[in-house]
């Protein structure tokens, strides 16, 4: 019989660098100390096990900044029998290395789920294998759940969703979950405390900050829908978790669920800012944002937090737009990707470059900061191309700049499971020499005539463009948008020292 469970991150760091895993769809070790995004799938699983009566440790080694020696102290005082690691395609040899290593020491039963076990279910329970069970797709909290429940005898059959070794240690495959199988209003509401909400937090967000999901999946391109499912949703080729999590679906929950968890937060937590971390919230849904805001404002929550969300620029209309004022929106996190419309089309992301802009630029016209994601390094694009985005999102950074405006970069990378590793596999535009284990934007995986770690380091630089600094500075208006800036200057030395160029790496 499983009573106790642990669902953990181990803190397997690198050259005092730490993984960036939980919630991060883009891997890599950095040196930034303000990255600690919440793993809210992970969380919600937490939170099932507890309302059955399991007893839970919900243990992130990472984003608690705790030594590998001090959580397995606290694992040897919790004494789990059934533990949980979620990994993805450069951290598994690691991840299966050492659970191979803590099984010698404990005795407990590991399962391993996340984006990379999508598409390796099967092989991640090979001969050898530290695991006894493996689960792909992005709604493993319901799916662990029920397979717990299977193991104690709760339920006859072993879940849909499950790779496992029967007697014979034959590795079987449960089936299939069917389409639809997951109500996310029937989840319960993530508990707060059992998974230490506030150890997590970005720079760009003010504190006490806090993450939910309004669904699961990227709803894609602009279109009204009649319901909170999406017939066209995003299908960017890079894009891992809309491919090997949600297998290009995507849903959201009820505006009241997630009223109801907003309400939550800001009465009982008091929550300053909310960051809706779904793939393209839900902003993608009109109707669904028009209910979502009578939601909140049935529960008089508008004006009492900043409401933050991930968004696609083409949903930026100025209706919804006026519909996100209402809601009390202050940041918008955008994927640009590349200026060229070349690439926009090859990467699949069904918008052009001018849609991507006028959209930024809808919400920065009303006031609303938009924090813009970039990607270098595309095969087959060459250095003035490189150049043409470095130019336009420097405009666009330019434009209006708000207080919170800012861009990331990362270098475009082709995670097994995503169409771009197919496509770059059959253009044989892989580099491979390097192991999965490189594939952590400290390495070229992708062959390109780009210096991919000048590249990321030059556009994380446009930060300190002396007019966007000017700009930032005379738009600060409160005394805590100054303790704000202070994390986002650390945290922009973190990324910068996480971006080094060619010579230095020897490459
Ligand atoms: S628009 Fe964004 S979230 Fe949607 S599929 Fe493309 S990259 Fe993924």
């Not at 608690?64 to 993805?88: G, Q, W």
């Not at 006894?132 to 006859?156: M, Q, R, T």
């Not at 500075?473 to 060619?502: N, P, Q, V, W």
Request: charged share 25%; glycine share 6%; with cysteine.
């Amino acid at each position: 019989m499983i009573r106790k469970i642990c669902l953990y991150y181990p803190p397997l760091v690198k050259n005092g660098m730490f993984p960036l895993i939980t919630q991060n769809r883009q891997f890599k070790f950095s040196a930034s100390r303000e990255i600690r995004i919440y793993p809210l799938v992970m969380a919600s699983l937490a939170t099932m096990l507890d309302a059955a009566g399991y007893d839970v440790l919900f243990l992130d080694g990472i984003n608690r900044r705790i030594s590998l020696e001090n959580c397995e102290k606290i694992l040897a005082d919790f004494s789990p029998e059934f533990m949980v690691i979620e990994t993805k395609a450069p951290l598994f040899t690691a991840h299966q290395d050492y659970i191979r290593e803590l099984a010698s020491r404990i005795n407990c039963r590991f399962a391993i789920c996340g984006d990379h076990i999508s598409c390796a279910g099967a092989k991640s329970l090979s001969a050898g294998s530290p695991f006894s069970w493996a689960v792909g797709g992005g709604y493993y909290d319901f799916i662990i759940k029920n397979l717990v429940d299977w193991l104690n005898g709760k339920i006859n059959h072993p879940p849909p969703g499950v790779f496992y070794k029967n007697s014979d240690q034959n590795i079987i495959y449960s089936q299939d979950p069917e389409s639809g199988a997951f109500n996310l209003d029937e989840a319960p509401l993530i508990d707060r405390d059992l998974t230490r909400w506030s150890d997590y937090g970005e720079a760009y967000l003010y504190r006490p900050a806090a993450y939910i999901l309004s669904g699961r999946g990227c709803g894609g391109a602009n279109t009204n829908h009649q319901d909170y499912t999406s017939s066209m949703p995003g299908r960017c080729t890079f894009c891992i978790w809309q491919h090997a999590l949600w297998r290009r679906k995507a849903v959201l929950r009820s505006p009241e669920s997630t009223a109801d968890e907003i309400e939550i937060l800001v009465k009982k937590y008091r929550v300053r800012e909310i960051f809706d971390d779904n793939e393209s919230g839900g902003i993608w849904n009109e109707l669904w944002l028009e209910n979502f805001y009578r939601s909140l404002e049935k529960r008089r929550l508008t004006g009492k937090f900043y409401f933050s969300s991930n968004a696609r620029a083409d949903s930026l209309t100025p209706g919804r737009i006026r519909l996100l004022q209402k809601i009390g929106c202050r940041l918008l996190k955008v994927g640009v990707e590349s200026a060229n419309d070349s690439t926009l089309a090859r990467i699949k992301k069904d918008e052009n470059f001018r849609a991507i802009s006028d959209g930024i630029k809808n919400a920065k016209d009303a006031g609303i900061a938009v924090l813009m994601t970039t990607m270098v390094g595309y095969p087959w694009e060459s250095s003035a191309e490189m150049q043409h985005t470095h130019h336009e999102v420097k405009k666009l950074l330019l434009y209006k700049t708000h207080f919170g405006d800012s861009l990331q970069s990362s270098i475009f990378t082709p995670y097994p499971g995503s169409p771009v590793y197919d496509q770059s596999l059959a253009e044989n535009k892989i580099d491979f020499s390097l192991p999965l284990s490189a594939y952590d934007m400290d390495h070229k995986v992708l062959l390109s005539e780009i210096d991919t770690g000048r590249a990321c380091h030059e556009m994380w630089k446009l930060h300190l463009h002396p007019l966007f600094l000017l700009r930032s500075l005379f738009a600060m208006r409160h005394a805590d948008d100054f303790l704000l800036a202070l994390r986002g200057i650390k945290s922009l030395l973190g990324h910068l020292g996480d971006y080094r160029i060619e010579n230095d790496r020897g490459n």
